[in-house]
């Protein structure tokens, strides 16, 4: 069964024309990352300690009034439920709320694999391992660059008709070595006759963590 894509009231309100927007994630073609020129590329040195909340420094209106931090645990790629598994188990109170991190450190496990260890007020602590070893998918662009990454997602239908999404992230350091995440979607929206294109419905946030050390 297709899942159904649900669009917020203030998404609908910020469609662009009645076409839809060309996607964002590498490999889409356009101005997007081109993953094969950056096969040889190195990745970023995204090694420190940071803060457990990063602060949106830019953002859309649903950004601005509901996700105006974000967690590091949510930061990198899980490589599969256990992972998930593991960082909400640390990070769950008895009562089942989930407790904001202290801090994130970060390190390379080995060439393109980090370690992530999360750390939370109750004393417990989070360790997985991101992986941007899928060269296709995860794209680096150097040592100064960024780490970026997306595709499309699974086609649904909405109460005014068919639609499907996009989305992208990348990870980077700014010039005060604080990490910076980008996260971006997409919704394509269409009418029911026809699948006549409405519009695209646009998501955009950028959270900074700030170094520790």
């Known amino acids: 069964m297709k899942r159904a894509i649900f669009i917020p009231v203030m998404l ?11 996607p964002t994630y590498p490999g889409a073609g356009g101005d997007n990352v081109n993953p094969s020129d950056y096969v040889d590329a190195a990745c970023p040195d995204l090694n420190g300690k940071y803060e457990g909340k990063g602060e949106l420094v830019e953002g859309d209106a649903v950004a601005q009034s509901r996700e105006q931090t974000w967690r590091i645990d949510r930061v990198f790629p899980y490589t599969d439920s256990v992972d998930a598994s593991a960082v909400q188990l640390a990070a769950q109170l008895p009562d089942g709320r989930l407790q904001q991190p202290l801090h994130g450190s970060v390190s390379a496990s080995r060439k393109r694999v980090l370690k992530v260890v999360v750390s939370y007020p109750n004393g417990k602590t989070a360790s997985y391992e991101p992986t941007f070893e899928d060269k296709a998918k995860f794209v680096c662009t150097g040592r100064t660059g960024k780490i970026i990454w997306g595709g499309p997602s699974q086609s649904g239908r909405s109460e005014f008709g068919p639609n499907h999404s996009d989305a ?12 910076i995440l980008e996260r971006g979607m997409q919704v394509h929206m269409s009418m029911f006759l026809g699948a006549v294109p409405t519009g695209t419905a646009k998501r955009f946030s950028k959270y900074k963590f700030r170094r520790i050390q």
């Open 12 to 22: 609908t309100l910020a469609c662009s024309g009645c076409l839809h927007s060309p």
């Open 168 to 179: 992208f992230r990348a990870l980077y350091l700014d010039h005060d070595g604080a990490l």
